[in-house]
């Protein structure tokens, strides 16, 4: 994992500042959302897919691609988290200031 952090950290921070981005500009929804079934079958994919990667089930190339995959999933969603978090604080601090 390591190898792959040095090797790809370009990538990493990338998709890092992609989701801090998308985090910012994101509003709040308004729509419905996802359903409970929807919502349950995403996280059962993704579930399925950090056991592959865990078990090293997956070989070879594809297993590499799958760990990559799951790692830069990781560092978009820890972006957006940042992003949308500190938008938060921005907006609720600007509110308490008027």
Known sequence: MMVMANFYWGWLLGALLLG???GWIS?????????????????????VLVGLSLARIVPGRFGYWLDLFLVMIAAYLVGCAIGSWLRYWVVARQMRGS
């Not at 509003?27 to 579930?47: D, E, F, R, T, Y």
């Open 20 to 22: 801090f981005a998308a």
């Open 27 to 47: 509003v709040v929804q308004h729509g419905p959302g996802l359903s409970k079934n929807a919502a349950m079958g995403i996280a059962g994919v993704a579930a």
